[in-house]
């Protein structure tokens, strides 16, 4: 038994990938991209694991869950972003900052460098789009028992958080989105911000109960740590932007060789018929069965969606 699966049977799955990525680029090609996959190590993963672990056993999770909003990001949600790499690389916004088009203001912008942050800064009040452009995700975070697909409708719909980091995305046209109560850490893209349901998540409670897998846990490392937002190689792609583009490739290959294996049965099935009927090979009636459409190919640049729980191709 693989140690994934082992992780699987402990865990129930490492992650709950709504439709964002396609499972089985997530759990059989990107471990096998050891550039990608390796690119947070095995003390870096024991050192995220212990320090998130270390603030959860000193909080406890009913000082956590007593905890409101303001006071969890403090205590919880921004040390644990520290563990993960962005320390000086995060900015909280302040809604009265900030003047210009925007709806509302995410909790959080995340960028590159400290330098890319202080740049910003500067654009925050005269020039907020410009200021947003440097940013590599935007986040939101909520109180620990905040159901983060909380039903709402009409003008309440901004009080859904599900919502709230969609519409983020829209007005500050950044990629990326996270989200968390602090157990639940999911990841949003731009792209299908249309659809509140598509999503990846992570519950990290459950990776600190117990000692450090490093399979599993590499599955929370590597989406939310900062250099997972950056390029593997200076004019490469992102690890995040290589598992959506992979997963697109995936989920594309499968429908246009399903399509193309649909093609083969139905003329296989129509010669069989004329062999076994050879009546049937008559011009006219030829023509009707042995001119089947030919299946277009997929166009398709993203996994489907369904209602939770799912799992994608």
Not at 168 to 188: K, S
Request: glycine share 4%.
């Amino acid at each position: 038994m693989s140690s994934l699966q082992q992780a699987e049977l402990d865990l129930g799955y490492p992650h709950a990938n709504n439709g964002l990525f396609s499972n089985h680029y997530l759990d059989e090609l990107l471990p096998k991209n050891q550039r990608a996959w390796d690119s947070i190590g095995h003390d870096e993963l024991q050192q995220i694991h212990d320090g998130a672990k270390a603030i959860l056993d000193d909080r406890r999770v009913e000082g956590l869950r007593e905890m409101d909003e303001p006071s969890l990001e403090e205590h919880f949600i921004r040390p644990v972003l520290r563990l993960l790499g962005w320390k000086d690389c995060f900015d909280v916004q302040v809604g009265s900052q900030v003047v210009g088009p925007f709806r509302q203001i995410p909790d959080y912008a995340f960028f590159p460098s400290h330098e890319d942050l202080k740049t910003a800064n500067q654009y925050l009040r005269s020039d907020p789009k410009r200021s947003f452009a440097l940013a590599c995700a935007v986040g939101d975070a909520k109180a620990w028992d905040v159901d983060l697909d909380r039903h709402t409708t009409g003008e309440s719909r901004r009080y859904n958080p599900s919502f709230q980091i969609n519409m983020y995305l829209h007005d500050t046209e950044v990629q990326w989105g996270i989200l968390t109560n602090g157990r639940l850490w999911r990841l949003y893209h731009r792209s299908r911000r249309s659809d509140l349901t598509v999503f990846y998540e992570i519950d990290l409670l459950r990776h600190l109960e117990r000692e450090l897998d490093p399979q599993a846990f590499r599955y929370f490392a590597l989406f939310f740590a900062q250099r997972s937002f950056l390029p593997l190689e200076p004019g490469q792609p992102a690890l995040l932007d290589l598992a959506l583009k992979g997963s697109a490739d995936y989920t594309r290959d499968v429908e246009d060789n399903l399509k193309r294996r649909a093609y083969d049965v139905v003329e296989a099935l129509t010669a069989g018929l004329i062999e076994a009927n050879p009546a049937l090979a008559a011009p006219n009636r030829r023509s009707t069965l042995m001119t089947p459409t030919t299946p277009p190919s997929s166009s398709s640049t993203a996994c489907s969606s369904s209602s939770m729980p799912r799992r994608a191709a």
